[in-house]
């Protein structure tokens, strides 16, 4: 138990500092929080309207991503499941083009359109690898997540270039940006993120059960069934949230929840699901300050750097796969 | 090889007379289109309005479709014959990224570069992901689906490269598309002459064949056979990659041709590499050429990049050779 304080802890920090990072670093306006009080109104601008919502709808970004992708694979029990990598971001990005595209004259609500995608990418790719049939290979579930995407990803390209004045706007929305965020973003993102949150806490012991096998969970008078249900609600819901507010984050939702389970040296899923959050939070933070680094004086999208970072230890992930 | 031999010649005499034929509808088809016979016309006559449009703009984008198509399939048959893998291509194991990262660099970071630096940056590229695939994937024997799985993050880990390069180039949208999705956009006479040194690689490939036929025998038996199965293994991929680096240094990262080339031409000859690897060739040219043609037509005036095109076609068909695939060792 000292240990999990401990890592607690730490996150904590990292959490506060890579908070700090967000609001006040790499900044064309050099940014000081003694600004705030001292009647630098440049600064009190720029650190109200700008950043501070900005670093919220990452934190909260980073919150909801984590413990998706915590969830999705404790009920797949597959170390490489991640809404990116399964499709189902890329099914929500469709989507949400196809909305604010061709669709565009039934105003149809951005947000049921993001989920109601999520929700059919995540149930072909079930089916695609037989996920349903009981427990597919975990190479099997990710190479068809991987085949989906892309065929997603042209669908979106194509959708988006019907109409061409959307294009730029929409290229930097499928990398996933947090650029010109406004508080308006903060209050139509966090009550999904809390609801998200609350979800993955309450099936944070029904999902260690369901670690031990179908068959023991059963006995032990879990119903399996609406675990993984509620589980992948909760996962759409996540997902389609962010895409519709920031764009198909990338990766964030793969090396959370391994980094959570490395940290805490155990699976114990009501410990590990809410580091994943906050791990996931500190790891947007963090990403949202290096996505203005990275080509300074340019702002580079969000998603980008978090591809940048995840990618790498995607690939780590699949060689220590191999057998 | 069934008795198929006999298609073989009844094939390409109905192949040449449509591959004719949508060469022909592929410089009517765009933001102008026009007439067969005003194309025609345009093609054989200079005082025709639109000889400037046909032979400058859109007759080297049609030339430029065949030897990028056929490189990139012949690639895939050989990768997919070497590697025994019928999910294999040289886009699923990384090295049309690897080589479209390099040539992203050397176009949108470097800039004004001599453009014969493209496919030699593209080859060092391509060569340095399968390299890495290779290595990453082997623990003393390659598994299909984990060779794929590799090649599939190191896909990832090159895409987030070429997607933070052309992030920083955001006024060049159009340049940047091709270096994500692969297109034939833009291209001139120029890329055309940049794009012939992969004729003389095509044919060959065919020395190859034969020995790649033992070595679908096994390893075992090849060997007994009087095959050197390392060298024909390392000469065979080294040709996939400079082919599918070459065809990536003109037309950036077209996906899924060298899938489905193959995998279509295995169906109509089966599965001796000596017919395989030219009808390939064919195939390829002609399914590059049919998704560019596509892409310009459906949406006119807009244009759809050739490489969403392919991908639209190839993915569904990964999808169902997975689906498929019941290989031990997943």
Redesign the interface.
């Known amino acids: 138990m000292t240990r999990a304080l401990l890592v607690y802890a730490l996150t904590l920090l990292a959490l506060l500092l890579t908070a700090w990072l967000s609001l006040l670093a790499f900044s064309q306006h050099p940014l000081m929080l003694s600004g705030l009080w001292q009647g630098d109104d440049m600064s009190a601008l720029i650190v109200r309207d700008v950043r501070l919502p900005r670093m919220l709808v990452c934190a909260l970004v980073g919150v909801g991503l984590g413990m998706a992708g915590g969830l999705l694979q404790a009920v797949t029990r597959n170390a490489l499941a991640s809404p990116h990598v399964l499709g189902i971001n890329q099914g929500a990005g469709l989507f949400v083009a196809l909305s604010l595209g061709v669709l565009q004259r039934w105003q149809l609500p951005t947000l049921a359109m993001a989920c109601a995608g999520a929700a059919l990418s995540g149930a072909l790719v079930m089916l695609?690898s037989?996920l349903h049939r009981g427990r597919a290979?975990g190479?099997?579930l990710?190479?068809?997540g991987?085949?989906?995407s892309?065929?997603l990803?042209?669908?979106t390209?194509?959708a988006v270039?019907?109409n061409?004045e959307l294009?730029?706007s929409i290229?930097?929305f499928m990398?996933g940006s947090v650029d010109g965020m406004t508080w308006q973003q903060v209050a139509g993102l966090w009550p999904w993120v809390l609801g998200a949150t609350l979800g993955a806490l309450l099936l944070a012991h029904p999902l260690n059960l369901l670690q031990l096998g179908d068959e023991a969970a059963h006995s032990l008078g879990l119903k399996t069934r609406t675990v993984s249900v509620l589980c992948a609600l909760l996962v759409v819901v996540v997902a389609g949230a962010v895409v519709t507010y920031v764009g198909a984050i990338?990766f964030v939702c793969l090396i959370v929840p391994h980094t959570a389970r490395a940290l805490l040296g155990r699976q114990d899923y009501r410990l590990v699901l809410p580091l994943a959050g906050l791990l996931g939070g500190a790891l947007m933070l963090l990403s949202d300050a290096l996505s203005r680094l990275?080509?300074y004086p340019?702002e580079?999208?969000v998603g980008?750097v978090t591809?940048?970072i995840?990618?790498?230890f995607?690939?780590y992930?699949?060689?220590k796969?191999?057998? | 090889m069934r008795g198929t031999s006999t298609h073989a010649p009844l094939l390409l005499a109905a192949a040449l007379p449509g591959a004719l034929l949508l060469t022909l509808l592929s410089l009517a088809v765009g933001a102008v289109p026009l007439t067969l016979q005003d194309t025609w016309h345009a093609v054989w006559s200079d005082s025709s309005p639109y000889s400037h449009l046909v032979l400058q703009l859109r007759l080297p984008r049609t030339l430029l479709a065949w030897p990028v198509g056929a490189a990139l399939a012949v690639s895939g048959a050989l990768v997919q014959g070497v590697t025994r893998n019928p999910l294999a291509a040289p886009d699923v194991i990384g090295v049309t990224s690897g080589a479209g990262l390099a040539a992203a660099f050397v176009v949108l970071v470097l800039g004004d570069m001599p453009l014969w630096t493209l496919p030699l940056s593209a080859f060092v590229g391509g060569l340095a992901a399968a390299l890495l695939v290779y290595r990453l994937a082997w623990r003393g024997g390659v598994s299909p689906m984990h060779l794929v799985l590799v090649g599939v993050a190191v896909t990832q880990l090159f895409a987030a490269g070429i997607d933070y390069l052309a992030s920083a180039q955001a006024d060049r949208v159009a340049l940047a598309v091709i270096w994500l999705r692969g297109s034939l956009w833009g291209r001139n006479w120029e890329h055309l002459m940049l794009a012939l040194p992969l004729l003389p690689l095509l044919p060959a490939a065919l020395l190859l064949a034969q020995r790649l036929n033992l070595l679908a025998l096994g390893d075992a038996a090849a060997q007994a056979l009087g095959v050197s199965v390392n060298n024909t293994r390392r000469q065979a991929l080294l040709l996939a990659v400079l082919l599918a680096s070459g065809a990536v240094a003109v037309a950036g990262t077209v996906a899924f041709i060298g899938l489905l080339a193959p995998h279509l031409a295995r169906l109509l000859v089966g599965a001796d590499h000596r017919r395989l690897l030219p009808l390939s060739a064919l195939l390829g040219g002609l399914l590059l050429l049919l998704a560019d043609t596509l892409g310009r037509g459906l949406l006119s005036p807009l244009e759809v990049p050739a490489g969403i095109m392919t991908a639209l076609l190839g993915a569904p068909y990964f999808l169902y050779l997975l689906s498929r695939h019941r290989g031990g060792m997943i």
Do not use: E
């Open positions: 695609l037989g290979s190479v099997r990710v190479l068809s991987v085949a989906l892309s065929l990803a042209a669908m390209d194509g270039m019907l061409d294009g730029v290229v930097a990398a990338a990275v080509s340019f580079s999208p980008i591809a940048l995840g990618a790498p995607f690939l992930l699949t060689w796969q191999r057998r």
